[in-house]
Protein backbone atom coordinates (compact mmCIF):
# COMPACT_ATOMS: atom_id res chain seq x y z
CA UNK A 1 0.00 0.00 0.00
CA UNK A 2 1.41 3.51 -0.83
CA UNK A 3 0.77 5.88 1.38
CA UNK A 4 -1.35 8.73 1.23
CA UNK A 5 0.75 12.23 -0.18
CA UNK A 6 -0.42 15.34 0.54
CA UNK A 7 1.44 16.91 -2.38
CA UNK A 8 2.47 13.82 -4.96
CA UNK A 9 5.30 14.03 -6.71
CA UNK A 10 4.96 15.62 -10.07
CA UNK A 11 5.48 12.88 -13.40
CA UNK A 12 6.36 13.09 -16.58
CA UNK A 13 5.48 10.62 -19.41
CA UNK A 14 8.22 8.43 -20.64
CA UNK A 15 8.45 5.03 -23.07
CA UNK A 16 8.55 3.00 -20.09
CA UNK A 17 5.91 5.00 -18.03
CA UNK A 18 5.21 7.70 -15.84
CA UNK A 19 8.09 8.54 -13.35
CA UNK A 20 8.93 11.56 -11.22
CA UNK A 21 11.41 14.02 -12.00
CA UNK A 22 15.07 13.42 -10.35
CA UNK A 23 16.45 15.96 -8.76
CA UNK A 24 18.63 17.25 -11.74
CA UNK A 25 15.57 17.88 -13.99
CA UNK A 26 14.09 20.00 -10.54
CA UNK A 27 17.45 21.61 -10.13
CA UNK A 28 17.31 22.79 -13.91
CA UNK A 29 14.16 23.84 -13.84
CA UNK A 30 14.51 25.65 -10.96
CA UNK A 31 17.67 26.98 -12.37
CA UNK A 32 15.82 28.48 -15.15
CA UNK A 33 12.51 29.58 -13.22
CA UNK A 34 15.55 31.84 -11.14
CA UNK A 35 17.18 33.34 -14.41
CA UNK A 36 15.79 32.33 -17.99
CA UNK A 37 17.32 31.93 -21.17
CA UNK A 38 21.01 31.50 -19.72
CA UNK A 39 23.82 29.48 -21.84
CA UNK A 40 24.98 25.71 -20.25
CA UNK A 41 28.23 27.78 -17.97
CA UNK A 42 25.43 30.25 -16.86
CA UNK A 43 23.22 26.84 -15.55
CA UNK A 44 26.47 25.67 -13.91
CA UNK A 45 27.43 28.38 -12.60
CA UNK A 46 23.45 28.81 -10.80
CA UNK A 47 23.64 25.46 -9.49
CA UNK A 48 26.18 25.85 -6.84
CA UNK A 49 23.93 28.10 -5.12
CA UNK A 50 21.35 25.09 -5.10
CA UNK A 51 21.63 21.95 -2.39
CA UNK A 52 19.68 19.53 -4.99
CA UNK A 53 22.29 20.50 -7.23
CA UNK A 54 24.85 18.93 -5.68
CA UNK A 55 25.59 16.39 -8.41
CA UNK A 56 25.81 18.85 -11.34
CA UNK A 57 29.09 19.34 -12.27
CA UNK A 58 30.21 19.39 -16.22
CA UNK A 59 28.45 20.65 -19.15
CA UNK A 60 27.21 16.69 -20.47
CA UNK A 61 25.09 16.68 -17.41
CA UNK A 62 23.76 19.72 -18.02
CA UNK A 63 23.31 18.73 -21.70
CA UNK A 64 21.49 15.74 -21.14
CA UNK A 65 19.13 16.84 -18.47
CA UNK A 66 18.38 19.51 -20.53
CA UNK A 67 17.77 17.24 -23.45
CA UNK A 68 15.38 14.84 -21.19
CA UNK A 69 12.84 18.02 -20.19
CA UNK A 70 12.69 19.50 -23.48
CA UNK A 71 12.05 15.88 -25.48
CA UNK A 72 8.95 16.43 -22.44
CA UNK A 73 8.15 20.06 -23.79
CA UNK A 74 9.22 21.50 -20.14
CA UNK A 75 12.57 24.00 -21.39
CA UNK A 76 13.33 24.73 -24.59
CA UNK A 77 16.91 24.11 -25.96
CA UNK A 78 18.68 27.01 -28.75
CA UNK A 79 21.62 27.01 -30.42
CA UNK A 80 23.49 30.38 -30.67
CA UNK A 81 26.83 31.01 -31.64
CA UNK A 82 29.07 27.97 -30.08
CA UNK A 83 26.70 27.74 -26.55
CA UNK A 84 23.06 25.93 -25.70
CA UNK A 85 20.95 28.02 -24.28
CA UNK A 86 18.35 26.88 -22.33
CA UNK A 87 14.91 28.69 -21.05
CA UNK A 88 11.79 27.56 -19.70
CA UNK A 89 8.40 26.76 -21.62
CA UNK A 90 4.59 27.60 -20.17
CA UNK A 91 4.62 23.29 -19.46
CA UNK A 92 7.82 23.62 -17.32
CA UNK A 93 6.55 26.38 -15.50
CA UNK A 94 3.30 24.21 -14.30
CA UNK A 95 5.47 21.95 -13.31
CA UNK A 96 7.49 24.04 -10.88
CA UNK A 97 4.44 24.65 -9.37
CA UNK A 98 4.54 20.95 -7.76
CA UNK A 99 7.90 20.89 -6.98
Known sequence: MIPFQKNPL????????????????KC???ILETENNISSQ???????KFKICAACSDRSEV?????????KY????????KEYFWS????G???????
Open 28 to 30: MLL
Open 74 to 81: LIKREFKG
Open 63 to 71: FSTGEKLSK
Open 93 to 99: KSYLKEI
Open 88 to 91: LTKK
Open 42 to 48: RVLKLAK
Open 10 to 25: PLIETLAGKRPLTDLE
